[in-house]
C-alpha cells in the first residue's frame, strides 16, 4: 500500500511503522529478521530501513528483499548526497521491479571527506522530484520538530521541508523527540505554511543514558527536564530503564493519539520488546 493510501486510513493501530538498520555483519541479519517477525504482534503497516550515507554499509537493499520475504511491506530509506542520477535511477527502478511501492527520501549527511561525494542532488527535495519524474514510488520525506541541525531557523527549515512536498512528496516522517508541545508547535507552524501531508510522529523508546546522550549530540532533540531526572535515577539498571522508557513513550503516545497524530514511527535500534510493549499499553 502507498503512503497516500495508509495515512487516509482513520484507525491509528494502522498508521504504526517501525525503523530499522541494517547490522554491520550479514550474519547478523536473522536476529534482525527474528526482531522483525516479533513486530507482527501489531501488524505495523510497514518497516523502514535506513541506508547509509555516503555509501556506507549498503548491503541495505538486500536486505529490504529479505524483510518482504518474511511478509511486511518495507519502505527503503534512501540518501542522494553522494549519489549519481544514473545510480539513484537504477536503484528506483530495482525497488520498483521488486514490488517495493514506498521510499524515505533524504539527503543524507554530509560527509567529512567531501570528496566522496558527485552532488548531482543537493538537497532532498531535488531527490523526490527525480523520484516523481522517473518512478511511481510514493516518497516520503524526513521533518525536524526542533529544526534541523544546519538550518538557519526553523522558520527556514519548514520552507525548505514544503520545497519537498511541493516536489511531490506525500508524508513527513519526523526526528525522534520527547517533548510533545514541541510536536503540536510544529504541526501548527507547518500548518499555517500550506503543508497538508500527514506527518507521522518519531518515538525512541529510552533504552539507555547513552543511547539518549548519542542522539541528542547529533540532532536538535530536547529533554524535558523530569525526562533528564529519570535517566539519571534509572542508570544503574538496564532493566529499571527499559521500564521507565516504555512507560515514557506510552503517554508520550497517548496523548499524541489523543490529539490525532496521522501516524506513529517507532526507531526501535533494531530491538522489538520495548516498542510492542508501548504499543500494549495503549492500543
Ligand atoms: P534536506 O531536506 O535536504 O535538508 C538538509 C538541510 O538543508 C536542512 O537544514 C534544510 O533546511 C536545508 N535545505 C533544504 N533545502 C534547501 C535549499 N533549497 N536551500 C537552502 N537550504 C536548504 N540519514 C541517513 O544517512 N540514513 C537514513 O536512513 C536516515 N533516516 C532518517 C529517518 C528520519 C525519520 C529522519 C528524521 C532522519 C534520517 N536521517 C537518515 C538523517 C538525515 O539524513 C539527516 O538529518 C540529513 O542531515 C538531512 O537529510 P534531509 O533529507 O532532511 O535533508
Redesign the pocket.
Same mark, same amino acid.
Given at each position: 500500500m502507498k503512503l497516500r493510501e495508509i495515512y487516509k486510513i482513520e484507525d491509528i493501530n494502522k498508521k504504526i511503522s517501525f *525503523?530499522v538498520f541494517p547490522p554491520k555483519e550479514p550474519d547478523k541479519y536473522q536476529n534482525l529478521i527474528s526482531e522483525i517477525k516479533k513486530f507482527k504482534a501489531v501488524n505495523p503497516a510497514f518497516i523502514s530501513l535506513?541506508?547509509?550515507?555516503g555509501g556506507k554499509n549498503n548491503n541495505s537493499f538486500e536486505l529490504s528483499k529479505k524483510i518482504q520475504q518474511n511478509g511486511s511491506n518495507i519502505m527503503p530509506?534512501f540518501?542522494c548526497i553522494c549519489s549519481s542520477k544514473e545510480f539513484v535511477k537504477t536503484h528506483i527502478q530495482t525497488l520498483e521491479n521488486n514490488n517495493i511501492e514506498n521510499i524515505?527520501a533524504?539527503?543524507?549527511?554530509i560527509p567529512d571527506d567531501k570528496s566522496l561525494c558527485c552532488y548531482d542532488f543537493k538537497?532532498?527535495?531535488e531527490l523526490v522530484e527525480f523520484i516523481k519524474t522517473n518512478s511511481n514510488l510514493s516518497a516520503g520525506?524526513?521533518?525536524?520538530p526542533e529544526g534541523?541541525i *544546519?538550518?538557519k531557523n526553523i522558520n527556514?527549515?519548514i520552507d525548505?521541508l514544503k520545497?519537498?512536498i511541493d516536489a511531490g512528496a506525500e508524508a513527513i516522517?519526523?526526528?525522534l523527540f520527547f517533548d510533545n508541545e514541541k510536536f503540536f508547535k510544529y504541526l501548527e507552524l507547518i500548518r499555517q505554511k500550506g503543508i497538508t501531508v500527514p506527518v507521522a510522529a518519531?518515538i525512541m523508546p529510552v533504552l539507555s543514558k547513552k543511547q539518549v546522550d548519542k542522539m541528542t549530540s547529533l540532532a536538535n532533540i530536547s529533554i524535558p527536564e523530569d525526562l533528564k531526572q529519570n535517566i539519571e535515577k534509572y542508570s544503574s539498571s538496564s532493566e529499571d530503564m527499559k521500564k521507565f522508557g516504555i512507560e515514557f513513550a506510552a503517554k508520550q503516545c497517548q496523548e499524541l493519539i489523543k490529539n490525532n497524530v496521522d501516524g506513529l514511527?517507532f526507531f526501535t535500534l533494531n530491538k522489538a520488546e520495548s516498542s510492542i510493549a508501548i504499543l500494549n499499553n495503549i492500543l
Open positions: *525503523e535506513t541506508w547509509g550515507a530509506h540518501t524515505l533524504l539527503r543524507g549527511d538537497y532532498a527535495s520525506v524526513a521533518g525536524y534541523h *544546519e538550518a527556514s527549515d525548505n520545497r519537498k516522517f519526523t526526528q518519531g514511527h
